[in-house]
C-alpha cells in the first residue's frame, strides 16, 4: 500500500463547476499538508499549505484536512480553464530542514471551457 | 519570495555523456535541497538530498555514482547525471525552503526536461 493514494483521474468539469480532488494516506504521523498544482513540463507550484486538521480557505480554493479518516480534499469553486493541470497531494511529518515531502500520483484536472 | 531556480529547462544529449543540472536558491539560503525525477503521468520521487557541506543522502535504489550531487554552496546545488541512457531520460525537479521552517512547504524550479538518445 501507497503512504498517500491519490485517484490520477482524468477528472473533465465544465467551467463553473466545483471541484473536489482527495487524497488519503496510511501515516498517521503526517501533520503538514500541501496541495501543488503543476503545468505541463512545469514545476508544482504550492497552493494551499495546512497543519493538522481544518479546513483553510483562499479564495477560490479550500483545502479540508480531516486527520481521524486520514483524508484531505481540495475543492475549487467557479472552476477556470486556466485551472487545467495536474494537482498534486503532498505531506510530511514533523522534522527539520531534511523533512521529506511525501507526493500522491496527482490527479489532472480539464475544465472545460 | 522562496524562489528556486533551475537550469538548463530542456537538454538533449546522446548515451553515454554526463549531463550536470543547476539548481539555485535566488533570495534564501538553503542548506538542504531536494532532487526529484518524474516520469510521465507519474508523481514526484524523491531521489536525494543535497545537504551544503557534505554527501548527499540518496534513496533507496537510486544509484549514487550515476546521480553525482554536489552542494558546494548554500545557494547552489547540481546533479551530474553520468553515463546517461535513454532510461535516464526523465523530468528532474530540484526544490527547497527557507532555513528556519522545516516543516514549511518545499518550492520547486521549474524542472529539467532530460532526453538521451
Known amino acids: 500500500q501507497k503512504e498517500v493514494e491519490q485517484d490520477p483521474g482524468p477528472l473533465s468539469v465544465p467551467e463553473g463547476a466545483i471541484v473536489s480532488l482527495n487524497c488519503t494516506y496510511s501515516?498517521?504521523?503526517?501533520?503538514?499538508f500541501m496541495w501543488y498544482r503543476q503545468y505541463s513540463r512545469k514545476g508544482p507550484e504550492l497552493l494551499m499549505y495546512?497543519?493538522?486538521?481544518g479546513n483553510k480557505e483562499d479564495g477560490r480554493f479550500t483545502a479540508q484536512v480531516d486527520k481521524s479518516s486520514k483524508y484531505i480534499s481540495l475543492f475549487i469553486r467557479d472552476s477556470q480553464p486556466s485551472d487545467s493541470a495536474t494537482y498534486l497531494c503532498?505531506?510530511?511529518?514533523?522534522?527539520?530542514?531534511?523533512?521529506?515531502?511525501?507526493f500522491g500520483t496527482g490527479t489532472l484536472l480539464a475544465v472545460q471551457p | 519570495g522562496a524562489v528556486v531556480s533551475q537550469h538548463p529547462s530542456r537538454v538533449i544529449c546522446k548515451s553515454g555523456t554526463s549531463v550536470k543540472i543547476e539548481c539555485r536558491s535566488l533570495?534564501?539560503?538553503?542548506?538542504?535541497m531536494f532532487w526529484y525525477r518524474q516520469f510521465p503521468k507519474q508523481s514526484l520521487m524523491l531521489m536525494a538530498t543535497?545537504?551544503?557541506?557534505?554527501?548527499?543522502?540518496?534513496e533507496q535504489g537510486v544509484e549514487k555514482d550515476k546521480f553525482l550531487i554536489n552542494h558546494a554552496s548554500l545557494t547552489l546545488s547540481t546533479l551530474t547525471v553520468t553515463s546517461a541512457h535513454p532510461e535516464d531520460s526523465s523530468f528532474y525537479i530540484c526544490?527547497?525552503?527557507?532555513?528556519?521552517?522545516?516543516?514549511?512547504?518545499?518550492?520547486f524550479g521549474n524542472g529539467t526536461r532530460l532526453t538521451v538518445t
Open positions: 526544490s527547497a525552503r527557507p532555513p528556519g521552517q522545516g516543516n514549511s512547504p518545499l518550492h
Open positions: 501515516n498517521s504521523a503526517f501533520q503538514y
Open positions: 495546512t497543519y493538522s486538521s
Open positions: 503532498a505531506m510530511s511529518g514533523y522534522g527539520g530542514a531534511t523533512n521529506k515531502l511525501i
Open positions: 533570495d534564501f539560503q538553503a542548506t538542504t
Open positions: 543535497s545537504n551544503e557541506g557534505s554527501k548527499a543522502t540518496y
